[in-house]
Structures are given as C-alpha cells and as structure tokens.
C-alpha cells in the first residue's frame, strides 16, 4: 500500500484533533456550572440545539461500521446495503412523531426508566444489564477494532495497538465532560466526516475514472460503476435457486431481497433509533419540537450516508475487478472486503489524505464518545442510583459516571486488544447487525406494546424480553437443523460451511412476530387496563408546518432515489 504520511498530511490531521480538543474544552468551560447535575452531565440539561441534535445522532451513528463496514459491504453487495440507511430515514419520522412525545411527556431520561415506569424494576434491570452487555461487548469493540484497523492500513507499520489506544484515549478526552462537550463537538465531527467523506468517494470515482481512460472525472466514473458492476446497483436480490452459485446465495442470506422489508429491516431500525439509549439520549433533554426538528434533520442527512460510506467500497470493487487494486491483496491472493475504504484512502493526494484520516477518526471518535456516555448514564442511574446507593449525591453520580466511561474504554481496548470476538472473521458491519439482532425483536415488541396498548402487563413484559432473544437465537442457529430447510415460515439456504442458515433479517422478523403474540397473549390475561399504562391523546402525536414539511422532503427524496435503484 502508498500508506505514507506526509508532513501535509499530519499537519491537516493535528490541526483537526487540536481544535475538536480545544473546542470541547471551550464548551466544558463555558457552559460548566459549579456543581454539574445528573440531567446536565448526561443529558446536557436540554441546551442542544436541533441542529446539534441531529449532527450528533448522525455522528454517532456513522463510525467505523460504517465507514469500514458499511464500505466492506459495497464491495461485496453493492447499493442493496444502503437500505439500512434509506429505511432509517422513515424511521427517524417515524420516532419523531411517535416515540418523542412519549419520551418526553413522561420525562424519560433512560430507556431502562421508561421500562420501570411502564412495567416494573425486574425488566429495568434486566434490559440495563442487556444494553450494557451489548455496548460494551458489541458495540464499542467492535468500532475500536474497525477503526484501528482502518487507520494502521492507512498509516502502515505495526500501529494496530498504538491507534486503538490513542483512539481510546481521545474519545476519554471527549466523552469525560459530559453530553454538552460531546453534543456540541459532534457538530465539528459530522462536519469533518461529511466533508472528509465526499472528497475520498470523488476520489475514489475519479480514480474508477482514470482506470478506463474516461477524463471526465466523478460523474464519468459513477457511469463506469454502473456500466461495469450492474449487479451491485440492484437493491433487491432475487430468491436463490439450486442453481444459484454461493456467491449470490452469500448476498442474499445478508440482504434477503423484499423479504427483508416486511420483516428486520423495520425492526432492526426502529429498535437502533428508537429505542436505544445511544441515540435518543441526544433528545431526551429538549423540548418537542427541538427534539423532532434534529430528529428529522437526522433523517435527512442518512439520505446521503451511502455515497461517503457504501460508494468507495463499490469503487473498490471495480478497482479491484480490473486490475487497479491488485497491490492491495493479501498473501491468499485474496480481498478482505473491510480493507476497501482504507484501500481507497491510499490513493489520496498529500493532504487529502490527512483530511480523509482526520473523517474517519471523527467519525470513530465521536460514535465511542456517544457510546461510553450512554453506557455511564444507564450504569449510574438505573443501576448504581437505584441499587448500589439510593442516597448518591449529584456531585457523587457524576464521578461514578466517569469511573464508568474510564471502565468501559479499557475493557474495550482489552477485548479489541487480539480480537478475542472475531470481528474480523465475521466482517464489521455484519457481526453488529447480527448480534444486535439477537435482543432487537424482544425489545422492539416490548417498547410498542408497552406505549400503544393499555392492556400490557409486567410478565408480558419480562416473557417477552426473555423470548425474543431464545427464538433469535433458534432461529438463527438451530431452526434449520431442527425443523428443517424449508417450511411454511422460512426457507434456509448453504452458507458455504456445510450447513443451511436463514437470513438473519428474516430470523429477526420471526423473532419479533412470535414474540409479539405471545406478550400479547399473556397481556390477556390480565387486567383490561394496565395500571402502569401510559396516558395517550391525539394532540401528542399532531406535527407542526415546519414538522410536516420536513417529513415530505425526506418522503420525496427517498421516493427519488428507489426509483432510481430499484
């Protein structure tokens, strides 16, 4: 790889991490009181504004995963993995108009309080223990490790380690002062990795360009992706046959064509944003129509994520097909597909090269940083406030909330340290989507029916939590072998190891359907109304102009661009 750094380069880097440090000190300085509250470390006592709402949701959202995994994606399946992103664009709206109203007329700081107040102390602590299980094991490690690898292929040499722990110490830095400092330099980060973002995938077509003689630059060498891989501008895959080679069959059990959109597609989406402390978090201390606004922003900023995140590794692809990457295989004579967008990277002019590398750590930066924040709240109010020490003090609550990101980043570092989960092996973006998927069903049924239907008891709540993750994991691992390839509910099909598996996007809709009916079932069993049921009134949910306006643009674009992929 031309991995080497110039002094442009480093100079465009440190220009950047000097000035996300000295504006997060600024922010902690100016905005610090002399006994910081609870609401205001963690919540950032409502001063968000929507702008900065939304640039952080996106800047949490868009890291390593997605610049390396979601890139990794593009090179093997193509435009089809954008779904993830398109559908979330309809969720936002959908968690902006439902979900907050709900949140916020209830004064819900935590998930795990929402689940106490609506269904009782069990379920909190068990979805707490959960989410914090899942953060740190799933999420955390895997955007360390993502991410390291990234920037040691970029930098070159053995710097594996270093970057792991200097990206570990620099999201520390961050995410220490709380959910303002991190809130506000989200607004930099997204800015730096949108930016960032765009200039390596006009690069990268530029160089698919240059590759066939083109000269017209970005647009001729877009026209060259489609007219040389049509097949990765499909964004649905059609149903395997016997005859069908393992590469495609490969495709489709991660994308399982318009299955997938009556089944995970939806729930893994609606769970991630509507559901999941990392991200409402950012909302939960504004007002309605603040936390709405940045919300639909979001949504409208996760319409262009796939060209700075899926394009390049398309690009790659190409490269790669014909001739332009061969520097870059492996001692197998093999691609490892997460090295796309790295592979890109190298190819950069000086300087580019360092605003590219200072995206991709602002994208790592910032979604540790949101990550380590939320696993501090959760810890220190839904478990340490509540079970450790009823009577903490603010004062005490936030050092605990520090003691608990300072935790959380070294045990990161430690299990990313010789990828002791196999994340590699697994490929990035599908090894989260996959293991995130296995609680996904559960909780998606439990928030649904624990706000939309008074009737909703405790052990429905719990059976459900329970249930959702037993049947994820049947579905996923033993239903093939137990029941069969092929049924009236599924149909597996070889994954290239000697057995038959089922698209983990169906497995999560099977999961959430059966785990939907018998909450449901169970919940009949109790009282007509809940006693904990939660207050709903029509007014709620009604939008403003502004509001409504943002949700047809989005609607439009998003109508725009299946049209033009479908």
Avoid at 199 to 211: G, H
Wanted: aromatic share 14%; glycine share 10%.
């Amino acid at each position: 790889m031309r991995n080497n750094l110039t002094t442009l380069d480093l100079l465009v880097f440190f220009v950047y991490l000097i000035g996300v440090s000295a504006y997060g000190f600024y922010i902690y300085k100016s905005k610090q009181k002399a006994e910081q509250s609870t609401k205001d470390y963690f919540l950032a006592e409502g001063s968000l504004t929507w702008w900065a709402i939304g640039a952080s949701m996106i800047a949490s959202n868009i890291s390593a995963e997605q610049f390396i995994g979601m890139s990794g994606s593009g090179f093997k399946v193509g435009v089809a993995v954008a779904a993830y992103e398109w559908v979330a664009a309809v969720v936002l709206i959908i968690v902006a108009v439902f979900f907050m109203p709900v949140y916020l007329k209830n004064k819900i700081f935590t998930m795990p309080q929402f689940l106490e107040q609506r269904y009782n102390s069990t379920l909190s602590l068990i979805m707490s223990i959960f989410w914090l299980f899942l953060y740190v094991l799933v999420n955390l490690t895997s955007i360390l490790y993502l991410g390291a690898l990234a920037l040691s292929n970029l930098i070159g040499g053995d710097s594996f380690h270093v970057i792991i722990v200097l990206l570990a110490l620099f999201s520390l830095l961050i995410s220490i002062g709380g959910m303002k400092v991190v809130g506000y330099t989200d607004v930099i980060q997204v800015v730096v990795l949108v930016v960032g973002g765009l200039v390596t995938t006009y690069i990268a077509l530029t160089l698919v360009s240059n590759q066939f003689n083109l000269g017209g630059g970005a647009i001729s060498g877009f026209t060259a992706l489609m007219d040389r891989a049509p097949d990765h501008f499909r964004m649905i895959f059609d149903k395997p046959t016997q005859a069908t080679p393992q590469v495609e069959i490969d495709k489709y059990l991660a994308l399982p064509g318009i299955a997938m959109y009556f089944a995970g597609q939806w729930i893994v989406n609606l769970n991630y944003w509507g559901c999941n402390q990392y991200i409402t978090q950012r909302a939960l201390g504004a007002d309605l129509h603040t936390a709405r606004t940045g919300i639909l922003f979001a949504g409208i900023l996760k319409l262009m994520m796939p060209v700075i995140v899926m394009l390049p590794g398309i690009a790659a692809y190409v490269l790669y097909q014909n001739g332009g990457l061969q520097a870059e295989m492996s001692s197998t004579g093999s691609f490892n597909s997460d090295n796309a967008y790295s592979a890109i990277l190298t190819f950069l002019p000086n300087g580019l090269k360092g605003l590219s590398m200072a995206a991709l750590t602002a994208a790592i930066v910032a979604s540790l940083a949101g990550k380590v924040n939320s696993i501090s709240t959760i810890f220190t109010l839904d478990i340490y406030k509540r079970y450790l020490n009823k009577d903490a003090t603010e004062k005490k609550q936030v050092w605990v909330g520090r003691l608990t990101i300072l935790a959380a980043v070294v045990l990161s570092v430690a299990m990313t340290w010789q990828d002791l989960l196999g994340i590699g092996g697994e490929g990035g973006f599908q090894f989260i989507q996959k293991y995130t998927g296995f609680i996904s069903p559960g909780i998606l049924a439990v928030f649904l029916l624990g706000m939309f239907w008074k009737r909703t008891t405790a052990t429905a709540g719990i059976v459900g939590i329970l249930a959702g993750f037993a049947l994820s994991v049947f579905f996923n691992n033993y239903a093939p072998t137990v029941l069969g390839p092929e049924t009236i509910l599924y149909t597996a099909f070889p994954n290239g190891r000697g057995a038959y598996e089922i698209p983990f996007l169906i497995c999560m809709g099977l999961s959430f359907a059966f785990t939907f009916v018998l909450m449901v079932g169970v919940s009949l069993a109790g009282p007509v109304v809940n006693p904990r049921a939660i207050e709903l009134n029509p007014s709620m949910f009604r939008v403003s102009t502004q509001t409504m306006s943002l949700i047809v643009i989005t609607m439009l674009m998003l109508t725009a661009l299946y049209v033009k992929f479908w």
